[in-house]
Structure formats: structure tokens, C-alpha cells
């Protein structure tokens, strides 16, 4: 029943919001179901026995309304119910528009995305999916910046072509299910489909997912919806939905299709080798500091991706605490982002300078948090990346170089951007920059500090996903004597 | 089974001191006043010092030679178990002394130096969080946490360097510090992967135990000693990766110090001693080592002939030295590598510190052509400046005298060529060296207006013990040629195993000796002809000068060449993918394909009211009608 309760909090919340219009009354109320969220979930950790919740929801098609959660889930959902209560502090003690409207949609895309990483079938899984597109997509619209309507426009095409597949893979899916047809992921995992047509239904099902990632060449919507989205919907993005589409792959394709996946494996790994690269290459020269740590953003995400293809052990292990690691990290940089951007009314690079001068307190803590972004040890960041690099060792010296380069290149464009900012000469633009408010600490601290926590001690989530952690690499290792992997 | 050793686990303390400072110096940061910052910081790594020694008595009466003193489990997972512990052997507490001692001194004088900077509390928070990192490299007791120290020197160099963050130049000398000590870096995470795959640990003791089963040249222990070495060249500046040392003395001229003696720079030297078990299974490893060691001691030493900025001849001066600790590492012989580590830490900090207060006398000014006649404005200074001139030439008695010495000869043994060459970098050594000091303390001052004087006692103490150091410190380490017992080498047996060599006979060594002595004294005699006796002073910026002194006064040209061969063609090829790839090929083509769904959408839109939410409340229904509709029929 605890799932349940999680997935409806927010949703119901969301709905009382709705009737109230007293601003700092309704971001109290957002925040503290964002917390009773966090405090149920937690207790899923604590809990031995397993939750889960089904009745039957449409009857003729046997589609069950199924909740329920793994190691993998829990992993996402912790994320989630993380993330949101920092979300909404990002809005605190700031004048925002249509408060209620906008913290009802806030709390309805956190109901939907625990929909997504609690459902048991394919159906519900999709539905859900589809559901947290919408209240983002008001939010991008409505409180969006320059350009909002056709980049949110655009965004909202490219998600949406992404789910067409994905929907017309589910119900090819479903129409394989032998018996009375199902969508459930127990039965899809039981399907032994043919090598041949695994092959191209690898692409039926992961293009929707390669575009939220994103994957190279898919994240061209990504760079400008981030630069204009508001500061908390980009936190969701980046914080959230980017890992929306690892759990959704991590659903469909391993299991489901592993010879397809097994097929393709090294040719995504590249992809997202070149994605590593290629955003880190560009971040460099970006003069919009949140389009940069847009691209860096794509950068890590797609060496989580590269992790994921690779699929041993370490690889996965190093994916899942990444997963929570650049969750905490991108939401705090986004939040010092949007910080800079109240103080100093821009975000050009070359017109920013001096501000550690002004403001040191928000220097150090910038300066924390950049430090985690490039994993230096001790940081989450770096325990996440040196699993992941471990495992794609095991796999390929060649694709290990390839993903450690983002460790100097991540150096260069984050140390460029915090000088350009922080240090230096104050420039005119910083003319009136105050230090941090208690509000701001509030944020900040704590996010940083789960940043420390994880690197010096990050048993406890290791512990949280073993046995999925265990399960997954599974998959693959039978395959690799059935079908030879795609030459290169 | 080997027995506890009482009080051996008070061994974590030792980096607990420093990083409590940190806290205190860093948290407090506002509310300390006057020299309290820098009296907590000194105290707390002179206090890490103490115990350094109460362990290093400790290990010697327990008679046992290691001990691992495990904190906590850092990564458990499958396979993988890194714990978060520390060696305790004669290797890392020699370490950990001249870490903490040196490092004290260090700090001391900078309640001195640093005395009327505004932000001398941050400054003193992170000298600490330094010295802690340099203590968790050298006391892991695996390569992870060694990584951790390594990467945390790399940081703090960071933001000391940038110290004074209004400059850009400033500023940009850290960054560079620390991009070229992460491409290094990025080889030694590699290298500590591959000891992973292939050992299944990245624990010292467990590696070096398993390494006695491969062959001398196995593919995998030379492929894995190389990219150690990767990182090992960006920590201790070898070429190529050197240009960000002499960049660092943008920082405070303790930093400096910290940075070429007591720290940082002698961390690469440290890892590749460690791993002596691997690198004598890797004689091509060795060879590398050998080359980029000479190759470096000789170009840095030749740069240094022409530079005129007192820190900078400083700091080609390290870069020189460490090439020959790296020499002497190449060679197998680690433990007079690690000699030259100690040696080097005593006269090179003097060197710094000294010159800290040269600078701090002459009101900041740095170059040397303006300078002169200091001698007996600062005698101290001057005297204790002398010493570590005379000892990192080479003259005996002095401490670097030994040490070279020590790796000069096993130099001869592998190839007199290397010997030659080797000697030849030691006599240009000597020349610069005492170039700087004649031009610096000899003839008439230069800088009009200005009015030198002795600087305070905090800052003169840790002078005459540095000196004292330097003066002495090679008697820890007497060849038997002079009836000495190489206490320093049998020291480190038990931890480096260094490779046999023949021993030269004593009638040839002390013919090598007498030999460089008597170049040794030409070259001073001729530095003093030239720069005391017809007051020779550099030429001034612009004017022109012969090819040869032209490439060396600009160093070779080699960062230049970095700027044109890397930095820039990144910034084009981060122009070209944004500019060309990303908004002429990527994004147009999706784009394209969105308009024409955009087109038909906006066909139908004339059915509907134009209603955005109606759209997506329609999609929804929309989506669930689909499927009823599939599945009927």
C-alpha cells in the first residue's frame, strides 16, 4: 500500500493547491508533501518486506493497475523524492507568477514520474511516461524564457515522436504475449523473440529513451529547452527526466530483448562515447552559463549511458550511484545558476567576473559543488565515475581512455566557467551582488553535503541495489555465445 | 601472524590535525583575528610532526617493519574491496616527516609573510587542507587513497596558486596547474583500474605479493607501470607535462615551497618508489624513466641559465632536480631517489623561503636584475641562502652533495654517457644557482628607493633550521666510501626494493668525485668572474640577443607551442561542432523534420479551437482509444 501512498501524495496535493491562492501558503503545503514523499519512501528502504499494490483496472484488456519496486526503482524513486523538496525551495522567498497553478504542476510531474518508475506493466509504464510530459510542458510554456513557445514547441515534438515508437513497440509487444495478452514486464521478459526481429525492435524501443537521455545524435532539443527553461523545470529535466530514460531502457531493453541490445551494444557505447566528447568539447566555448552546464550535463548522462551498454557489474554499480549523484549535482548547480542570474540580471559569461569578490561564501559553496561535477575524490561524482570506468575497462581499454577524458576535459570547461564568474575583476554587471540569504543555505548545505556523504561513505547505496545490480549483468552474459555483437 | 603494534593506530591522527585546522582556520574564517589563523595551522601540522615521530620510535622498537591501520570500508562491493586505510612503514614515515616537518616550517614562516594579506585566514585553511592531502597520499595504504591525496594536492595547488584571484594571469596559471596534473591523473586512474582487473585489489602489499608471479617485461605490468608514470610526469613536472610548475609561482611564495618541496611535486617520485616491485618488472618502464628524467633535468636547467624573475630560476631549478630524482628512479635506484627527496625538500624550501624574504625586503619586486648588494643588508638571508646554494650544487659537505652524488654514481655504473650528461646538467645547475646568488647578494643594489632590512624572527628561524638541515641532512645517508654506513638506503630497504647493481670500486669513485669537484669549482669561479668581478648584469627585456640565448631565455618556446598545438585548435574545434556541426547539420535536420509534423498539425488545428491544454487532454484520450481500437479488432 506504501506505493500507492507514495504516487498519489503529490498527486492529491497537487489538487488542493489548485484552490488556493495565498503564495507562501501554497509553497509551504508543496513542501511539506514533498517531504511526507521523501519520508515514505525512505521508509521503503527501511522496510524488509517488499510493497506493492494491484487490482484489475480495465477489465476486458487485462490490464492491471500494478505498482510495485526493485532495486533499480528504488534507486529512481529515492532520486525523485530527493530532488523535490529542493525543487520547491528553489521557489521559496522569490516572487514567482500563478504560484498555485505552478506548484500544482511541479507536484503532478512528481506524481507521475513515481508512476513511471513504480509500474509493473508496460501499459501503465507508458502512461505514465506520457503523463509527466504534460505538466512539464505547461511549465516550460508558461513560465519559460526567451524563446519558450518554439523551443517548448520543439521539445514537445521530439518527446512526443520518441513515444510513438515506444508505443508502437509496446504493442507489438503485446501482441506477442502468448495466451490471454498482457503487458506485463514479468511476461515481456519471458518472450525469447527472435534474434532477427530483436534486431530492429531495439530501435522501435530505445529511440524514445536515447531522446530523453539524450544520446548522441538525439539532444538537440536538449541545449536550448534547458537555457530557457525556469530554474525548477530544468531542475526536473536535468535532475529527473534525463534518468527517466536510463530506467526506462534499463525496463525494456535488457531484459527484454538482450540479444537486439547485445547487437547494438558497442555502436551505443560509441554514440555515447562520441556524446561524452562532443558536449564536452562544445561546453567549453559556451558563453551562456546554463547552456554550458547543459552540455556538460549531456556529457555525464552519456557516460552513464556508455556504463549502462556495457552492463557488468561495475559498470551498472557505478550507473545506479551515479544516477543519484548527478541528480544532487546538476540540481545544485542549477540553483546557484539561477542565484547568479537574480544577482547579476545575466548569465554571458563575458559579462560576469568579480563576484567572489563580492559574495565569497557563494564562492565556496559554487566552488563545492563544481568540484563534485568533476568527481574529484571524496565526491559522489567520483565513485560513481570510477565504477563506471572500471567497467568500461573490463569491456575495452580504448572505451575506458574515451570516458576518462571527460574527467580533464570536465576540468577545463567547469574551472573556465567558475573564473569567469567568480574571480577575476568585478565587473559592472556585479555591481550590486549581496552574499547568500539563510534561504540559500537552506538549499545548498544540505545538497552538498549528501554530495561529501555519498563520496566518503557510499556503502549504504551499493548495499540498496546489489541484488538488481546482480540480476541485470546477468542478462547479457548467456547472450554473448548466442549472437556475435555487431563488428566494428 | 604479525602482532598488533601498541599505539601504532594513533597513526590517524597524523592527517586528522591538519584537516581539523582546515576546519577551524576555514569555518572560523571571519572571526579569527590577527595571527591566530596562522598560529592554529602551524600548530596543528607542527603537532602532526610530533606524532609522525612518536610513531616513527614506535615502529622501530616493535621491531616489526609495517603496519595497515584500516578506518573504514571505502567501496565494498562484489569483487571490490577498498578500504579506507593507511600504511604505517619506513617509506611513508619518512614521508610523513618531511611532510609535516618541513611543511611546519613552512607554515611558521607564513604567520610572517603573510601577516598584512586580507585574506591570510583562508590562506592559512588551505596551506592545511594541503598538508592533509600530502599526507593521505603518502600514508594509503592502497592506490585509491592514494588517489584521493593526489587528486586533493592537485586541488589545493589549485586554489593556492589563484590565491590572489583578482589576476587573470594568476588565475590562469591554476587552471593550467590543474588541467595538466588531471591529464595526468586520468594515465593513473587508468593505471590503478588495470592493477584492479589484473590483481583484483589496489591494496600495496596484496598487489606487490601477487606481482612476484609474472615474468620481468609481462605485456600487462609494463602497460599498467606506464600509465602510473603518466601520472607521476604531471605531479613531479616532467616533460612534457612541466610547464605548469614554473607557471605556480603565481601563488605566495610559501605556497611555493609547500609546492616544490615539502609537497605535490615529490608525489610522483613517492608512487613510483612505492611501486618499485612493479617498475623492476618493467625494464622498458624504466628506460622511459631514464629519458624524460635526463631529457628534463638538462632542458629545465638550461631555461634556467637565462631567467631573470628570482622565483622562476627557482622553479626550473625543482623541475631540474626532479629530473634527477626521476633519473635515479629509472635507474633502480629508488632509494636514492627518495633520498634526493629529502635533501631537495630541506635546501629547495630554504631556497623558497629565502627568497620569500628577499622579495618581502624589496617590497615585492622579483627580478634579479634589480637587485644586488643584499648581502649585508640581510645577512641571515644571505648566509642561510648560501648554504642551500652550496648544497643543491653539489659541494660537499652539504646535504645535496650526497644525494647527487648518489645518483651520479649510479648513473656511471649503468653508462658513462648518462654520467656525462647527467654532470653536465649538475655544472649547469651550479652556474645558475650561483648566478642568482651573486647577482641577488653581491655588488652594489641596483633598485633605487628601495630599503632593504632583515626580516622578522618567525620568518628567520625556520631559515636557520632549513639551513641547518641542508647543511647536515646528508650525514643521514654516509657511503661506506667515507666510512659511513648508508643508514638512509638501509632504512628504506624494507619497504623499496631497489635493483642490484655492481658497486664502483672506491679508487674510481673518488676519481669521479675529485673530478666534478674540480668542474664544480671552475664553474663558480667563472660565475664569479662574470657576475661579481666585471658585474655582468642580464640583458634587459628587448634587447637583442644571440639564437641560442634567445630559445633558452624563452624556454624553449614549449608554451608557445602547447598554445598553438592544443589550446587553440580546441577552442576551434569547440567553435566547429557548436557552430557547424551542432547548428548547420544536428539541429536544422530535426528541426526540418518537426515543421513538416508542425505543417500538419497546424492543418488539423482547424478542426479544433486552437486550445494547447484541449491537445494534450485529447492525446491522452487519444492514446487509450488507440490501443481499445488495436487490440478490438
Redesign the interface.
Known amino acids: 500500500m506504501i506505493v500507492l501512498v507514495i504516487l498519489l501524495i503529490p498527486f492529491i496535493a497537487g489538487l488542493l493547491l489548485l484552490l488556493n491562492r495565498n503564495a507562501a501558503a501554497v509553497k509551504l503545503v508543496a513542501l511539506a508533501s514533498a517531504i511526507v514523499s521523501l519520508v515514505a519512501t525512505l521508509s521503503l528502504v527501511f522496510t524488509a518486506q517488499l510493497s506493492s499494490y494491484s487490482v484489475i483496472w480495465i477489465n476486458f ?1 487485462e490490464i492491471k493497475f500494478a505498482l510495485g519496486y526493485d532495486g533499480t526503482s528504488l534507486i529512481m524513486l529515492i532520486l525523485t523524492s530527493l530532488l523535490f523538496p529542493f525543487i520547491i525551495m528553489a521557489g521559496m522567498k522569490r516572487e514567482q507568477q500563478n504560484v498555485s497553478l505552478l506548484y500544482a504542476l511541479i507536484l503532478f510531474t512528481q506524481s507521475a514520474l513515481t508512476g513511471v518508475f513504480l509500474a509493473q506493466n508496460a ?1 501503465l509504464f ?2 505514465f511516461w ?2 509527466t510530459l ?1 505538466p512539464l ?2 511549465i516550460l ?1 508558461l513560465w519559460g524564457g526567451e524563446g519558450r513557445r518554439n523551443v517548448t ?2 521539445f514537445f ?2 518527446t ?2 520518441g513515444s510513438l515508437f515506444l ?1 508502437f513497440g509496446i ?1 507489438y509487444l ?1 501482441s506477442l504475449t502468448p495466451g490471454v ?1 498482457t503487458t506485463d514486464f514479468s511476461a515481456f521478459s519471458n518472450l525469447n523473440i527472435p534474434a532477427n526481429t530483436q534486431i530492429w525492435l531495439f530501435w522501435v524501443l530505445f529511440i524514445a529513451f536515447a531522446i530523453k537521455m539524450p544520446v548522441f ?1 538525439f539532444h ?2 536538449q ?1 536550448s529547452t534547458y537555457t530557457m527553461a525556469p530554474t525548477q523545470g530544468v531542475m526536473i529535466l536535468a535532475g529527473v527526466m534525463t534518468k527517466m530514460g536510463i530506467y526506462g531502457a534499463l525496463r525494456f531493453l535488457f531484459p527484454v530483448i538482450p540479444l537486439g541490445v547485445h547487437y547494438w551494444q558497442n555502436t551505443i557505447i560509441i554514440l555515447s562515447l562520441i556524446g561524452v566528447i ?1 558536449a564536452s ?6 558563453t551562456n552559463l546554463k547552456t554550458l552546464i547543459a552540455f556538460s550535463s549531456m556529457a555525464h548522462v552519456s557516460l552513464m549511458v556508455a556504463a549502462m551498454f556495457v552492463l557488468n ?2 559498470a551498472v ?1 557505478g550507473l545506479l550511484f551515479q544516477v543519484l549523484s548527478h541528480g544532487v549535482t546538476i540540481v545544485a548547480l542549477f540553483y546557484i545558476v539561477m542565484l547568479i542570474e537574480e544577482k547579476a540580471g545575466t548569465l554571458e559569461l563575458p559579462k560576469l567576473g ?1 563576484i ?2 563580492l559574495a565569497p561564501n557563494m564562492a565556496i559553496l559554487f566552488l563545492l559543488v563544481v ?1 563534485g561535477s568533476i568527481a ?3 565526491t559522489a561524482g567520483f ?1 560513481g565515475e ?2 563506471i ?2 567497467g568500461l ?2 569491456q575495452s ?1 580504448w572505451f ?2 574515451f570516458g ?2 571527460t ?2 576535459l570536465g ?2 570547461y567547469m ?2 566557467a567558475y ?1 569567469r564568474v ?4 568585478k565587473r559592472p554587471g556585479s555591481g550590486n551582488i549581496t552574499d547568500l540569504k539563510r534561504i540559500d543555505y537552506i538549499v545548498l548545505i544540505p545538497l552538498i553535503t549528501i554530495i561529501l556523504v555519498l563520496g ?4 549504504p547505496v ?1 548495499n540498496l541495489v ?1 541484488a538488481s545490480v546482480t540480476t541485470m549483468q546477468n542478462l547479457l552474459v548467456p547472450v554473448a555465445e548466442v549472437i556475435p555483437a555487431l563488428p566494428l | 601472524m604479525v602482532n598488533p603494534i601498541p599505539y601504532i593506530d594513533l597513526a590517524w591522527l597524523v592527517p586528522a590535525f591538519p584537516l581539523l585546522g582546515f576546519l577551524v582556520t576555514g569555518l572560523a574564517n571571519k572571526s579569527l583575528k590577527h595571527k591566530q589563523a596562522g598560529i592554529i595551522a602551524s600548530a596543528m601540522v607542527l603537532l602532526s610532526f610530533l606524532v609522525s615521530l612518536v610513531l616513527f620510535f614506535i615502529l622501530r622498537s616493535s621491531g616489526q617493519n609495517e603496519a595497515t591501520i584500516t578506518l573504514f570500508n571505502w567501496i565494498s562491493i562484489g569483487g571490490m574491496n577498498i578500504p579506507f586505510a593507511f600504511l604505517i612503514d619506513h617509506l611513508s614515515l619518512t614521508m610523513m616527516l618531511i611532510v609535516t616537518g618541513v611543511g611546519a616550517l613552512i607554515h611558521i614562516y607564513s604567520i610572517g609573510y603573510m601577516h598584512d594579506d586580507e585574506r591570510v585566514n583562508s590562506f592559512f585553511a588551505q596551506m592545511n587542507l594541503f598538508t592533509f592531502s600530502m599526507l593521505l597520499l603518502v600514508m594509503g595504504a592502497n592506490y585509491l587513497v592514494l588517489f584521493i591525496g593526489w587528486e586533493g594536492v592537485g586541488l589545493c595547488s589549485y586554489l593556492l596558486i589563484g590565491f590572489w584571484f583578482k589576476n587573470p594571469a594568476y588565475n590562469y596559471a591554476a587552471r593550467k596547474a590543474f588541467v595538466m596534473n588531471r591529464i595526468g591523473d586520468l594515465g593513473f586512474i587508468l593505471g590503478i583500474i588495470l592493477l584492479f582487473i589484473t590483481f583484483k585489489t589496489v591494496t600495496f602489499s596484496e598487489i606487490f605479493s601477487q606481482a612476484a608471479a609474472f615474468p620481468v617485461g609481462a605485456p600487462v605490468i609494463t602497460l599498467i607501470t606506464i600509465l602510473l608514470l603518466i601520472g607521476a610526469v604531471g605531479k613531479s613536472a616532467q616533460i612534457p607535462l612541466f610547464t605548469w610548475l614554473p607557471d605556480a609561482m603565481a601563488g605566495p611564495t610559501p605556497v611555493s615551497a609547500l609546492i616544490h618541496a615539502a609537497t605535490m611535486v615529490t608525489a610522483g617520485i613517492y608512487m613510483i618508489a612505492r611501486s618499485s616491485i612493479l617498475y623492476n618488472l618493467a625494464p622498458l618502464t624504466l628506460n622511459i624513466i631514464i629519458v624524460i628524467g635526463l631529457a628534463t633535468a638538462i632542458i629545465a636547467a638550461l631555461i634556467g641559465l637565462k631567467q631573470n624573475d628570482i622565483k622562476k630560476v627557482l622553479a626550473y631549478s625543482t623541475v631540474s632536480q626532479l629530473g634527477y630524482m626521476f633519473l635515479a628512479l629509472g635507474l633502480g635506484a629508488y632509494s636514492a631517489g627518495v633520498f634526493h627527496v629529502t635533501t631537495h625538500a630541506f635546501f629547495k624550501a630554504l631556497l623558497f623561503l629565502g627568497a620569500g624574504s628577499v622579495i618581502h625586503a624589496m617590497g615585492g619586486e622579483q627580478d634579479i636584475r634589480k637587485m644586488g648588494g643584499l648581502r649585508k643588508k640581510m645577512p641571515l638571508t644571505y648566509f642561510t641562502f648560501l648554504a642551500a646554494t652550496l648544497a643543491i650544487s653539489g659541494i660537499p659537505p652539504f646535504s645535496g652533495f650526497f644525494s647527487k652524488d648518489l645518483i651520479l654514481s649510479k648513473a656511471f655504473e649503468h653508462s658513462v654517457i648518462l654520467y656525462i650528461l647527467a654532470l653536465g646538467g649538475a655544472l649547469i645547475t651550479c652556474f645558475y644557482m650561483f648566478r642568482l646568488l651573486y647577482l641577488v647578494f653581491f655588488g652594489e643594489q641596483r633598485l633605487a628607493g628601495a630599503h632593504p632590512h632583515e626580516s622578522p624572527k618567525v620568518m628567520t628561524i625556520p631559515l636557520i633550521i632549513l639551513a641547518v638541515l641542508s647543511v647536515f641532512g646528508g650525514f643521514l645517508n654516509i657511503p661506506s666510501l667515507f666510512n659511513g654506513d648508508s643508514k638512509f638506503s638501509n632504512y628504506l630497504h624494507s619497504a623499496v626494493v631497489s635493483k642490484a647493481s655492481e658497486e664502483l670500486s672506491h679508487s674510481t669513485e673518488i676519481g669521479l668525485i675529485l673530478g666534478s669537484l674540480l668542474l664544480l669549482g671552475l664553474v663558480i669561479f667563472f660565475a664569479y668572474r662574470t657576475f661579481v668581478s666585471k658585474s655582468m648584469i642580464p640583458a634587459k627585456d628587448g634587447e637583442p640577443m644571440s639564437f641560442f640565448s634567445k630559445l633558452i631565455y624563452n624556454k624553449f618556446y614549449i608554451d608557445e607551442m602547447y598554445t598553438a598545438v592544443f589550446e587553440k585548435p580546441f577552442g576551434y574545434l569547440s567553435d566547429f561542432f557548436y557552430n557547424k556541426v551542432e547548428n548547420t547539420v544536428l539541429d536544422p535536420v530535426v528541426d526540418e523534420i518537426g515543421f513538416t509534423t508542425a505543417r500538419v498539425g497546424s492543418l488539423l488545428r482547424k478542426l479544433q479551437q486552437g486550445n494547447m491544454s484541449f491537445y494534450l487532454f485529447a492525446m491522452v484520450a487519444g492514446i487509450l482509444l488507440f490501443i481499445i481500437f488495436i487490440l478490438i479488432v
Open positions: 484488456l501499459f507508458y502512461i506520457e503523463l504534460i510542458y505547461f510554456l514547441f520543439k515534438i521530439y512526443l515522436t508505443l504493442i503485446y495478452h545524435p538537440t532539443w541545449p562532443y568539447v562544445i561546453a567549453f566555448r559556451q557489474y561495475y554499480q568579480g567572489k569578490l568540484l574529484l575524490p571524496l565513485v570510477f565504477l570506468i572500471t575497462f573490463q581499454i575506458a581512455v576518462g577524458i574527467m580533464v576540468a577545463i574551472l573556465y573564473q567568480m574571480l577575476g575583476e566518503i561513505y557510499p556503502q551499493f546489489e
